[in-house]
């Protein structure tokens, strides 16, 4: 039985070297979605958030349950967490209005517009591939852009490069989508809206799903 958690460990490679030394090939999975779901639960403790007790109720149901049915289980209240938690930070974050002047919808185009200038304007990483844009003529030169953020980064900060350089990837796609006035897939405007709230392995877990997802939407349209 796992005894030491997550947060036991001062890196996510250390965490995962110990799941992998020490748990049998079985019981990794839910090691791994129990870690994810301490992170979550850590992000609720920072933003001075109570853990919805339903969910609390169902952690409880998951822990009864047997291999592979509770990393399954696990794994999709992950999920539900995420979900629920982007939600709530982005209506938080989302200024009210008036019931008596109510705003008509933005399309797809204004709605993308909006998140490229909040992007560009709170994540300091999407910020730093909108100077770097601005100060060079070829912004096809990828090597460019690696020593810029390594310069502004340094080089010990792996995890915060490469976040930078998808951020860059984010912008490419999204302007695909801004050009085509095509609609976001389904909460991937508020996925992308916090993205630089999240902390640790989650980050960019959640930066390559978002990319993953945005991609598959262009390339369904291409092909249809």
Not at 61 to 90: C, G, Q, W
Not at 188 to 208: C, D, V
């Amino acid at each position: 039985m796992m005894t030491r958690t997550r947060s036991d460990f001062d890196s996510h490679d250390d965490w995962l070297a110990h799941i992998l030394d020490e748990l049998p090939v079985p019981e990794q999975g839910y090691a791994l979605a129990s870690g994810r779901m301490e992170l979550f639960r850590s992000f609720y403790r920072m933003q001075g958030l109570p853990f919805p007790a339903e969910f609390a109720k169902d952690l409880d149901h998951i822990e009864m349950l047997h291999t592979p049915e509770r990393t399954t289980a696990l794994e999709s209240l992950n999920d539900v967490v995420l979900r629920t938690l982007t939600r709530h930070l982005f209506n938080r974050a989302r200024p009210t209005s008036s019931e008596a002047d109510p705003q008509p919808p933005a399309s797809a185009r204004e709605q993308i517009g909006q998140l490229l200038s909040h992007l560009a304007e709170k994540n300091p990483y999407f910020a730093l591939w909108v100077a770097y844009k601005r100060s060079v003529t070829d912004h096809s030169i990828s090597e460019d852009w690696d020593r810029y953020i390594v310069q502004e980064l340094g080089d010990e900060s792996p995890d915060e490069i490469a976040f930078a350089q998808a951020m860059a990837e984010l912008d490419r796609i999204l302007g695909i989508f801004r050009d085509q006035s095509r609609a976001l897939p389904g909460l991937s405007f508020e996925r992308i809206w916090f993205l630089h709230y999240l902390r640790g392995p989650e980050r960019m877990a959640q930066t390559r799903a978002v990319l993953g997802m945005l991609t598959a939407e262009l390339t369904a349209c291409t092909s249809a």
